[in-house]
Nanobody
């Protein structure tokens, strides 16, 4: 399974970005997906997750109300819409896929995309 995250960049505080995570074939369709991030000098942290149908989502408290996770199984793509970005959102963002459907345990990881929020 190969995951390709994209959409990162440099944005001013208060701005928005949409991250995408794509996979070849049907690698995402039947699995839950997650977004994680890692800031310099910090451990990787959970950001958001979505189940395979797209009707159940979870968010870290730090992004709740600002970020929205969604998926398009027909396009094998998962998105993370990030609004009202803050400098503390600066990190490398990774998408991940469950190894076993329904477990919220992620065994497959993308390469990461850098998000930098300037103050």
């Amino acid at each position: 399974v190969q995951l390709q995250a994209s959409g990162g960049g440099l944005v001013q505080a208060g701005g928005s970005l949409r991250l995408s995570c794509a996979a070849s074939g049907r690698a995402l369709s039947n699995y839950g997906m997650g977004w994680f991030r890692q800031a310099p000098g910090k451990e990787r942290e959970f950001v958001s997750a979505i189940n395979w149908r797209g009707d159940s989502t979870m968010y870290a408290d730090s992004v709740k109300g600002r970020f929205t996770i969604s998926r398009d199984n027909a396009k094998n793509t998962v998105y993370l819409q990030m609004n009202s970005l803050k400098p503390e959102d600066t990190a490398v963002y990774y998408c991940a896929r469950e190894g076993v459907a329904g477990t919220y345990e992620y065994d497959y990881w993308g390469q990461g995309t850098q998000v930098t929020v300037s103050s």
